[in-house]
């Protein structure tokens, strides 16, 4: 499998990892309050990628510290991931999975807007279009699936939908071209999580203690798979290509969140979502191919344009220099 193929099929496991919390979340919150099931998700998180640390610590001989670096770009991201949370698992709580996953993909029309300082000049107008697919594909989504006025729980996932494109945008400036662990950088952002809503979820620890297994089932989930994974599997792939590219493929979240309520929700495809899937799985394809084009093009007339303003020096006659088999400059 080719690097850009690899990055691509974990940027696509992480959206219908994403699809899969939903229900997840759903289950979870009817059970307990919102910001009580976020402290579970984050403090389980951070259990888990600090037993990670420490394993892999323990087995390469490496550090456990932090640098610097992975500090300055783990505490606002965690913030920003924190964000993107609060507003999602509220706006979830207050509307259907399916819509939750449905305004929650408008992130892939939203993240090239907020990546433009990554594409000088912009991206191609066959993006936008390819962009344009697929919020046509949510439409026909969200028709299939019942199209109302929005409530409240909607505009949550829209506000979220902008934060989390923002968020997508930011992880590529602070860890682009820096010597960055994604395991390390993960662990900081669930740590700050985790002190974030340990304050206000202080008083409910109890409540916590006391809840049944299939609401711990949910909160394992959402934190492992959900957040551990799905964090350093990001930050993994968004170091590896654009932010644009990135956003389009979580952008097939809906898709999978689509298939998991059908498999376990007990919900019904219909025609109109049927034809919205296959746009979404269209546009997504057609606007990466577009990006992944723009991209070569552009560093193949950055490299041309570095070989032009690269001095061509006289050529000097050489002799062998016994002492090393490679030519050196004859002295003068």
Not at 18 to 46: E, I, K, N
Not at 65 to 84: H, K, M, N, S, Y
Request: charged share 10%; net charge positive.
């Amino acid at each position: 499998m080719s690097h850009t193929r690899r990055t691509d099929a974990v940027l696509l496991l992480v959206a219908l990892v994403w699809g899969s919390s939903y229900l997840s979340t759903q289950t979870a919150t009817a059970a307990l309050p919102v910001l009580l099931v976020l402290f579970a998700r984050y403090a389980l998180s951070a259990l888990a990628c600090l037993a990670l640390v420490a394993a892999r610590a323990g087995a390469r001989g490496g550090s456990r510290r932090w640098t610097r670096e992975e500090l300055r770009a783990g505490v606002p991201l965690g913030i920003t991931q924190a964000a993107v949370l609060v507003v999602e698992t509220y706006g979830v709580a207050h509307t259907t999975a399916a819509n939750a996953g449905l305004i929650i993909s408008l992130t892939i029309v939203l993240t090239p807007f907020l990546d433009r300082a990554g594409h000088p000049g912009g991206l191609p107008p066959a993006f936008y279009a390819a962009a344009g697919v697929c919020v046509l594909a949510v439409g026909l989504l969200m028709t299939g699936n019942g199209f109302h006025a929005p409530r409240l729980g909607d505009l949550l996932m829209l506000g979220a939908a902008v934060v989390r494109a923002g968020h997508v945008a930011l992880i590529g400036r602070l860890t682009a071209d820096r010597a960055i662990r994604p395991l390390h950088l993960t662990t900081v952002q669930t740590l700050v999580g985790s002190a974030l809503f340990l304050i206000p979820t202080a008083h409910q620890l109890p409540t916590l203690v006391r809840t049944d297994a299939a609401t711990w089932t949910q909160l394992l989930h959402l934190a492992l798979f959900c957040s551990v994974f799905a964090f350093l599997a990001q930050t993994w792939a968004v170091q590896r290509t654009s932010a644009g590219r990135a956003g389009l493929l979580l952008g097939t979240e809906p898709i999978w969140a689509a298939a998991v309520g059908i498999a376990l929700g007990g919900e019904h495809l219909t025609l109109f979502t049927g034809l919205g899937a296959a746009l979404m799985v269209a546009g997504t394809y057609w606007g990466q191919a577009v990006e992944r084009d723009h991209r070569a093009h552009r560093e193949t007339a950055d490299h041309a344009a570095d070989d032009r303003a690269t001095p061509i020096r006289p050529a000097q006659d050489t002799q062998e220099n016994p002492a090393c088999p490679v030519t050196t400059p004859t002295s003068a």
